[in-house]
């Protein structure tokens, strides 16, 4: 079983290690950098743990640790775990829920990141940053619909039938098949100029297939993805109703301490 240490006491404890060995320059800073990439374990409430691509068996979470893309992370019963993600943004997974860091790249230099959390089972709720603008992706993907968003704040339910559930508080999101909602393009890429193809026939009316559809859900809808792939159209949902719920009470808490 892992040991969690207080990261305050390990930084303590190497300080002590370090003190007898002289330094280098008067006043020099003592800093650790943290891998590009990496996202930190910043609340655990009970226990998570974690299964690496190339490890025997999975270990203990401990708050403070680091994780990077691939590993794969499963909540315990009546635990949480919030992650603070590379680009500054929030997402938080309740009990019973297991995902996996698909992608938690983020480039410093030119603000791009390409963050892309897989759901197999459970409920996240997301506090994306939206200083980035339009750059990059984030995505919180499922088997059967990929949530792409760049600047938000919403909730989704895994269901054991594999139903999806997404609700949007602040914000809007592309909700859509896996195939139809991807990586965004830059604007210089989408505004190029082409070659205006002659006219073409248009196909007649038919029906949506799980692989064509896509909606934008806005602040305060909701939308359901069934199981076999096919969607509701956005529609609202009761704020007051869904304030009853103690995972939606317990998140908006924590969001209201990191706006300020």
């Not at 240490?5 to 008067?26: G, M, S, T």
């Not at 809808?221 to 076999?228: A, E, F, T």
Request: with cysteine.
């Amino acid at each position: 079983m892992k040991l969690c240490i207080n990261r305050a006491v390990l930084f303590i404890v190497l300080l002590l290690v370090l003190l007898p060995y002289p330094v280098q320059a008067e006043n020099e800073v003592l800093s650790v950098e943290i891998e590009k990439g990496k996202t930190e374990v910043t609340l655990l409430e009970g226990k998570a743990f974690l299964e690496k691509k190339d490890a025997a068996k999975a270990q203990d979470i401990c708050k403070g640790d680091y994780l990077v893309s691939g590993d794969r992370i499963s909540t315990d019963k009546q635990s949480r775990i919030e992650l603070k993600l590379p680009d500054e943004s929030f997402i938080r997974f309740d009990e019973e829920t297991t995902f996996e860091l698909a992608s938690v790249d983020f480039d410093e230099k030119t603000n791009n990141r390409n963050i892309d959390v897989n759901m197999a089972l459970g409920k996240t709720w997301a506090n994306v940053s939206k200083f980035l603008g339009e750059k990059g992706r984030f995505a919180v993907s499922t088997r059967t619909a990929v949530a792409g968003v760049r600047g938000t704040v919403y909730r989704i339910n895994v269901n054991k039938d594999e139903s999806v559930v997404v609700k949007v508080y602040w914000g809007e999101i592309d909700v859509g098949a896996p195939s139809k909602v991807g990586h965004v393009e830059p604007p210089e890429k989408v505004m190029k100029p082409s070659t205006v193809a002659g006219p073409q026939p248009v196909a007649g009316p038919h029906p949506v297939s799980m692989q064509e559809w896509t909606y934008i859900v806005k602040a305060l809808q909701q939308i359901v993805i069934r199981p076999d792939g096919t969607a509701t159209k956005p529609e609202g949902f009761d704020l007051a109703e869904d304030d009853l719920i103690e995972w939606v009470r317990w998140n908006k808490r924590l969001d209201a301490g990191i706006r300020k």
